[in-house]
């Protein structure tokens, strides 16, 4: 398939990350989108999500005509059959909670209802592609996409390529992210982490051990690599902000079988998690557990 044939793209799951994804093919892409979730509810908080997203960053700040809101929110319809989904999208955007058995459950799905010629791409953080494409008839239709939170703001997706994934599936993928705005690097899938991440999660375990440490506080520790190093944003407010707290725990297992010992999720992490300053929709992270907890224990 040629990136001029593609008029639909199918996004499984409407979460976080896949309501994103699904506003930025409409916005940016002018495609139709069909978004699926196991729930009404679901799809339904997703289509809300969007609408409040475009409001507030599109059509209030004059980013966005009336009619252009109206169009882009026209574009993406909802379903909750995943076949029908299958079967609609010219492309397929998986996009569900990062863990490898309920995405593999998902591959099955997709590998039975998808069309022969339509390219899968997973939008992980670090799960391994070769692994996710053995759940379908074509792993050389099985791609990887990962896009970054927020994805309206940020330029990145990186496309992962297995050893079985076509040249043709991932010029594909390459070609529709440029379609999206985006910027593409290619990385072999046996990188754990890929590429950002790889190098990224270093400094996050660096920093999270100097905040248990009580070396200074997140906000002090932010404050220095973001003036040392000009970042624009610091790493633990980052991770407040995505909700990249409950991410790493619940990834923890996905993590060890991949790299051992050093995958497990640093006991300053777990105690977050299970205290509900997991960050993201909860509104806490590590900040507040610092100033509330942390500083006084």
Request: net charge positive; with cysteine.
């Amino acid at each position: 398939m040629k990136i001029d044939e593609i008029k639909t793209i199918a996004v499984i799951g409407s979460g976080l990350m896949g309501s994103q994804i699904a506003e930025n093919i409409s916005r940016v892409g002018k495609l139709s989108v069909v978004l699926w979730d196991l729930e009404d509810k679901l799809v339904k908080d997703g289509i809300n999500s969007i609408h409040s997203r475009l409001t507030k960053f599109f059509l209030e700040k004059g980013k966005m005509t009336k009619p252009e809101f109206d169009d882009a929110i026209r574009r993406i319809r909802t379903t909750t059959n995943i076949e029908e989904a299958s079967q609609q999208g010219d492309f397929i955007i998986e996009a569900v909670i990062e863990n490898f058995k309920i995405k593999e459950n998902i591959f099955k799905q997709l590998g039975q209802a998808t069309r022969e010629k339509v390219t899968i791409a997973s939008n992980t953080s670090y799960l391994n592609i070769t692994d996710l494409s053995k759940a379908t008839k074509n792993p050389s239709r099985v791609i990887g996409m990962h896009f970054f939170n927020p994805v309206s703001v940020m330029k990145l997706v990186e496309v992962i390529k297995g050893p079985l994934t076509s040249e043709d599936s991932v010029e594909l993928a390459c070609s529709l992210a440029r379609n999206l705005g985006k910027e593409t690097v290619v990385c072999k899938d046996f990188s754990f982490g890929f590429l950002a991440n790889r190098a990224y999660n270093n400094m996050i375990e660096e920093t999270i051990q100097m905040v248990w440490e009580r070396v200074a506080s997140p906000a002090e520790i932010d404050k220095a690599l973001k003036l040392g190093y000009n970042l624009p944003m610091g790493p633990l407010e980052l991770r407040d902000m995505t909700g990249g707290w409950g991410i790493m725990v619940a990834s923890e297992e996905d993590r060890m079988k991949a790299l051992g010992e050093k995958g497990r999720a640093h006991p300053l992490m777990k105690l977050m998690v299970r205290s509900g300053y997991a960050g993201g929709r909860t509104g806490k992270g590590i900040y507040a557990f610092w100033n509330e907890v942390l500083s006084k224990w």
